[in-house]
C-alpha cells in the first residue's frame, strides 16, 4: 500500500490495544509514527517494534485531558515533523453503573476523556492536517448501535464522538481532508479483559475481534484512492459454529 509510504501519522492510545495494533500496521507501510500515551515506558515497547518498519519514530507522553499538554504537542510535533497526513484517535475510557446510581462526576470523567479530549486536539491540529489534505480516524464503539444496560454514560460519549466526526466530515470534505469512524464490537484488547472482569464474564479472546482485524480494515480505508471516502466501518466478531 505505497499511498501511505511516507505519510506522519500521529495515533492516541498508541500503547496497546487498537491503538498499538493501527501504529505498528502503519509502521510496515513505512509511515512514520507519533506515538501519544501517557506511560512512556509501554510507548517505548510500541516504538521499538514499529522502528524495524517505520523510518522515524517518535514518542510523546501526554495527558489528553490536560489542555497545555495538547499545546505543547502541536509546538513538539511543528518541530519534529514538517506535517502531518494522519490522526488517529484511538484512547478512550471506559465505565459501567446503572443510570440510577453512576454520578455525575464519573459522567464528566467520561466526557473529558471521550469527546472533550478528542475534540480539542482534532482541533489543535486540524491546521496541518488541512495544509496536507490529511485524513481523520475516530475509534468509536458497536455500543451505539447496540443497546444495553449498565453502560448509558459510555454510549452518551460515543454517540458524541460520532456526532463531532460527522459534522467534521461535512466542514472539511471540501478541503480534501476524509474524515472515518470505525466501530469495532468486542475486540480482544487489555480494556476488554478488564470489561469482561466487570460484568463478571470468563474472557476468551480468541472469540473476539482482534486488534490486527481492526487495524488492517483500517489501514485498507486509509490507503484507498481519492475517489473515495469511507466514513463509517462496523466490525462485529465473526460467531463460529
Known amino acids: 500500500m505505497e499511498a501511505l509510504l511516507g505519510q506522519v501519522a500521529v495515533v492516541t492510545g498508541a500503547s496497546s490495544g487498537i491503538g498499538r495494533a493501527i ?3 502503519l509502521a510496515a507501510q513505512g509511515v512514520k509514527l507519533c506515538l501519544l500515551g501517557r506511560n512512556l515506558e ?3 515497547i510500541v516504538a521499538a517494534i514499529a522502528k524495524e518498519t517505520s523510518p522515524n519514530v517518535v514518542c510523546y507522553t501526554i495527558d489528553l485531558m490536560v489542555d497545555e499538554d ?3 504537542l502541536k509546538t513538539n510535533l511543528e518541530r519534529d515533523f514538517e506535517q502531518i497526513d494522519l490522526l488517529i484517535l484511538s484512547a478512550g475510557m471506559f465505565s459501567m453503573g446503572t443510570f440510577q446510581k453512576s454520578s455525575v462526576q ?3 470523567f467520561l466526557y473529558r476523556a471521550n469527546v472533550r479530549a478528542p475534540y480539542l486536539l482534532t482541533q489543535t491540529l486540524l491546521p496541518m492536517l488541512l495544509s496536507s489534505r490529511g485524513q ?5 464503539s458497536s455500543v ?3 443497546p444495553r444496560a449498565n453502560v448509558g454514560q459510555y454510549a452518551a460519549t460515543k454517540h458524541a464522538l460520532k456526532a463531532i466526526a460527522d459534522s467534521l466530515r461535512v466542514e472539511i ?6 474524515v472515518m469512524s470505525v466501530f469495532p464490537g468486542r475486540t480482544a484488547t487489555p480494556q476488554q479483559a478488564k470489561i469482561h472482569e466487570m460484568e463478571g464474564k470468563l474472557y476468551y479472546p480468541e472469540r473476539l475481534i482482534q486488534p490486527e482485524d481492526v487495524a ?3 489501514i485498507n480505508s486509509l490507503s484507498l484512492p481519492r475517489t473515495a471516502e469511507v466514513t463509517d466501518i462496523s466490525l462485529r466478531p465473526f460467531v463460529k459454529s
Open 23 to 25: 501504529a505498528l500496521g
Open 106 to 108: 464519573d459522567f464528566d
Open 173 to 178: 470534505n471540501a478541503e480534501q481532508v476524509r
Open 70 to 72: 495538547i499545546s505543547k
Open 136 to 140: 481523520i480516524l475516530f475509534i468509536n
Open 144 to 146: 451505539i448501535m447496540n
Open 42 to 44: 509501554t510507548l517505548q
Open 216 to 218: 488492517a480494515v483500517v
